[in-house]
């Protein structure tokens, strides 16, 4: 399994974005899809977006528009930029690399089995 770590989460202002990082110690995240999932209180984790190795992205439809997955390989790193935050954004937010190298669409838990702890983002209203 890969070990991972979030970070770049806070504390935001309604409007305002943040960049959540997801770095890994010991493996190359460029070899697995990365994908985000998000987890509010009271609610089940669901997929956010997901980057594959070759760089194809997929969003689920109440992100489209507003997060943006990309990931640096030279810097071993996934990104999920958080754009337009408000109240429903609200969630710990996790990276989770795929158990396969291949292709694996739109983020399914099934389909990740390294996790790291997640960040915390919070609307300040």
């Known amino acids: 399994q890969v070990q991972l770590v979030e970070s770049g989460g806070g504390l935001v202002q309604p409007g305002e974005s943040l960049r959540l990082s997801c770095t890994a110690s010991?493996?190359?995240?460029?070899?697995?899809?990365i994908g985000w999932f998000r987890q509010a209180p009271g609610k089940e984790r669901e997929g956010v977006a997901v980057?594959?190795?070759?760089?194809?992205?997929y969003d689920v439809d109440f992100v489209k528009g507003r997060f943006t997955v990309t990931r640096n390989n030279g810097e071993n790193t996934v990104y999920l930029e958080l754009t337009s935050l408000n109240t429903e954004h609200t969630a710990m937010y996790y990276c989770?690399?795929?158990?396969?190298?291949?292709?694996?669409?739109?983020?399914?838990?099934?389909?990740?089995?390294?996790w790291g702890q997640g960040t915390q983002v919070t609307d300040s209203s």
């Open positions: 989770s690399a795929a158990a396969t190298r291949e292709r694996v669409g739109l983020p399914r838990i099934q389909d990740y089995n390294s």
């Open positions: 010991g493996s190359t995240l460029a070899e697995y899809p």
């Open positions: 980057i594959s190795s070759d760089g194809a992205t």
